[in-house]
């Protein structure tokens, strides 16, 4: 990624903010499947196609940080909470639940809805379009947005972009998460710190629900960027950005 710049603010060993994972981190993966479209293409004389997107990250991202805004703790529900008999749940609460109806509007909000949604989802779109070698020095400019938030105290939600391609049906393979701090590596390098929504909190195992994002070592130039929790497999990156995000009050069901 790049080393943390010696100045006031970042001279120490990094910056956390008050987001909490204990707190404000689900315990339930992102596990979610929506249908993001369902019609006929070209309308009315084309064929019937139908895209789902496997997860609501960034409902879960911008959930958490509502939960933070609102000094509230996430509900402490794991995934054998919502487990049904037959074993076909995924773990995640149904819609219809205040929660999932929450995560889902707000996963809207993330990309799609709204201004600041609007111009998420546009983000995403020409990211996903752009040579890597473009990223890469868009993304140097995200990292000290994003630095200088976490400076003030404030985290940020990071749209990370894997996917290489024109297609509206390849986002869904990129991906949104919480920064909550930064660290140094001991070679210097900087390290953000993330909740993921991929991996749920564990109370029982805290330190391998912890995420951190960094660049890959070696010659990657089609992916430079990684992030993973102790013990997973690393997911590779071609970029981020600092996504736009604007707390919205919870529904009383979640306070």
């Not at 940080?65 to 529900?77: R, W, Y």
């Not at 996903?128 to 990292?143: H, N, Q």
């Not at 690393?234 to 970029?239: I, L, S, Y």
């Amino acid at each position: 990624m790049e080393r943390i710049p010696e100045s006031p603010a970042s001279a120490d060993l990094g910056r956390l903010t008050g987001f909490d994972p204990r707190r404000h981190a689900f315990r339930f993966p992102n596990r979610f499947v929506d249908v993001l479209f369902s019609g006929r293409l070209p309308p009315v004389v084309g064929r019937k196609v139908t895209w789902t997107g496997r997860g609501r990250c960034g409902g879960m991202a911008f959930s958490a940080l509502d939960h933070l805004h609102a000094e509230a703790e996430v509900p402490p529900s794991t995934s054998e909470d919502f487990r049904t008999a037959d074993g076909t749940s995924p773990g995640v609460p149904p819609d219809g639940h205040p929660l999932a109806d929450h995560i889902r509007a707000r996963q809207r909000r993330s990309m799609v809805t709204g201004w600041c949604g609007a111009l998420n989802g546009i983000r995403y779109l020409t990211w996903s379009a752009m040579p890597t070698g473009w990223l890469i020095r868009l993304t140097r400019r995200e990292v000290r947005r994003a630095l200088a938030s976490l400076d003030d105290g404030v985290p940020v939600v990071l749209g990370l972009v894997s996917v290489h391609s024109l297609r509206p049906s390849a986002l869904g393979r990129n991906h949104q998460a919480v920064c909550h701090g930064y660290r140094r590596s001991p070679a210097g390098e900087l390290e953000l710190l993330l909740y993921d929504p991929n991996h749920p909190y564990d109370p029982c195992a805290p330190a391998r629900s912890a995420v951190v994002l960094r660049r890959r070592e070696g010659d990657a130039p089609s992916s430079p960027y990684q992030s993973g929790a102790p013990g997973s497999v690393p997911r590779p990156w071609r970029g981020f950005f600092v996504a736009r995000y604007r707390p919205r009050p919870l529904p009383p069901t979640l306070r």
